[in-house]
């Protein structure tokens, strides 16, 4: 009887995983840290294609004053055979990083200068839109507001989304200053939604990261993307 239920559990789990893989997958973010001086950023990503199960991963250096990748700072990878039991795909981003550590090297990333979290979302359920988060930075005493607004059209699969963040940013004495950050007229295809996982400073407190998690739609159901917008304060 023992055995007959161990199966039977087995063979649901099986089939609930099974199920799982084909609505979707799930992306795994990586701080990969900042230069010294705070004016590139390097971030990565990896997972398991679904239902393929073929690992893939990401990598990706950050020019901090565009907003935009550094030339040929986009590196992306997917193995062509499947994952063994076990395995979760994160080999393939430690391969990237030993294969390209020229790049790594060119632009100074420290992987241990991670910055500082300013902001971490506890959310797994995209905001409302024009929902406002707070957070401050304790060391320098600044406040800051952000403003994620999205516009989105279409559905499924024929999804076309744009967004963009108003910061505030409140000094100490007061002051404030009024940025609007990332690319609002830029659209991305099959976006289903945004929001904002984490934020993070560099050392210097000049460079603002926001990490956003993107739902793609796919096939059945969506996949978890990342992405960054950066800002010079």
């Avoid at 649901?12 to 995983?17: A, D, E, R, S």
């Avoid at 499924?156 to 200053?177: A, W």
């Avoid at 926001?210 to 960054?228: K, L, Q, S, T, W």
Wanted: hydrophobic fraction near 40%; aromatic fraction near 12%.
């Amino acid at each position: 009887m023992f055995l007959k239920k161990a199966f039977l559990t087995v063979l649901i789990l099986f089939f609930t995983c099974f199920s799982a893989l084909w609505a979707g997958d799930s992306a795994v973010f990586v701080d990969l840290g900042f230069s010294p001086d705070g004016r590139t950023y390097m971030f990565g990503q990896y997972g398991v294609l679904s239902p393929s199960l073929r690992p893939w991963a990401d990598i990706f250096i950050v020019d901090m004053a565009s907003n935009n990748f550094v030339p040929n700072g986009r590196i992306t990878h997917t193995q062509n055979e499947p994952i063994k039991a076990g395995q979760d795909g994160s080999g393939i981003l430690h391969q990237l990083l030993a294969n390209n550590s020229s790049i790594v090297n060119r632009y100074n990333i420290n992987f241990q200068n991670q910055g500082l979290p300013l902001y971490i979302s506890r959310d797994e359920n995209p905001p409302l839109r024009g929902e406002t988060i707070d957070f401050r930075d304790f060391v320098s005493g600044k406040s800051y507001k952000a403003q994620l607004v999205p516009t989105i059209t279409g559905t499924g699969v024929n999804t076309r989304s744009q967004f963009h963040i108003n910061l505030e940013v409140r000094q100490p004495t007061g002051q404030t200053r009024n940025y609007t950050v990332g690319t609002p007229h830029f659209t991305r295809q099959r976006i289903m939604s945004y929001n904002i996982k984490r934020v993070i400073i560099d050392s210097t407190g000049n460079s603002l990261i926001f990490v956003i998690e993107m739902r793609r739609a796919a096939d059945n159901g969506h996949d978890i993307r990342y992405m960054v917008e950066a800002v010079r304060l």
